[in-house]
């Protein structure tokens, strides 16, 4: 399974864009790029989850360059609510993608 | 729909007791799995399941059991609790294994073992 690098946390301020970057040098041909949402006492909440190029919900839009060595969750004009933590995931589409692992994500924390 | 249910909310164990967290979807997934999140952390997996009669051990099993009779429920089973098993427990659900796996969590058990 490919191990991913999240900083550990970001500061922003409403009405931002907010950009996060995960690493993941090596992600192999069949793996999926995830990303979730977790506020305090919560579980996770799915928000993207992308194979190449760009991808774009009603929420966020994801950025996977040509190498996928790396992926890019942007929000676009963050409020106070967006203040949680983000996972990124890297799975195998095929087969594994259930025992994706979740490390210990980057903390948002968005300001007045 | 419900959704992912866990019970109880919280709970408090002596040391060497045994509990089980119950975990239920409505949404007849396939595949179901048990996390652990210790504070600050991210989420270790325990076991998952593939389908009913079909359970596999995650990252983290030890000290764990888990049973799967039926499609909707996958309970977790604590033996002789011990305080390294203080966490909070989500249970996941999801359609498939692979692409589009989109895991649906349940609200969370916050254990306290002393």
């Known amino acids: 399974l490919a191990k991913t690098t999240q900083p550990i946390s970001m500061d922003s301020y409403e009405g931002q864009e907010v950009n996060i970057t995960c690493s993941h040098n090596?992600?192999?041909?069949?793996?999926?790029i995830t990303w979730y949402q977790q506020f305090p006492s919560q579980g996770p909440r799915f928000i993207i989850q992308?194979?190449?190029t760009k991808v774009t919900n009603e929420v966020a839009s994801l950025f996977i360059p040509a190498d996928r060595k790396s992926s890019t969750l942007s929000l676009p004009r963050v409020s106070l609510s967006d203040t949680a933590v983000y996972y990124c995931?890297?799975?195998?589409?095929?087969?594994?993608?259930?025992?994706?692992?979740f490390g210990a994500g980057t903390r948002l924390f968005v300001k007045a | 729909n419900a959704g992912v249910t866990q019970t109880p909310k919280f709970r408090i164990l002596k040391i060497g007791q045994s509990m089980t967290l119950q975990c239920t979807q409505d949404?007849?997934?396939?595949?179901m799995y048990w996390y652990r999140q210790d504070p600050g952390m991210g989420l270790k997996l325990i076991y998952y399941?593939?389908?009913?009669?079909?359970?596999d051990k995650g990252e983290v099993p030890n000290g764990y059991n888990v049973s799967r009779s039926t499609t909707e429920d996958f309970p977790l089973r604590l033996e002789l609790a011990a305080p390294s098993q203080t966490s909070v427990y989500f249970c996941?659900?999801?359609?498939?294994?692979?692409?589009?796996?989109?895991?649906?969590f349940g609200p969370g058990t916050r254990l306290t073992v002393l």
């Open positions: 996941a659900s999801s359609w498939t294994s692979g692409r589009y796996n989109e895991q649906f």
């Open positions: 090596n992600i192999a041909t069949n793996d999926y």
């Open positions: 992308g194979y190449k």
């Open positions: 995931l890297v799975g195998d589409g095929n087969t594994g993608g259930f025992k994706t692992i």
């Open positions: 949404m007849n997934h396939n595949y």
């Open positions: 399941s593939v389908g009913a009669g079909i359970t």
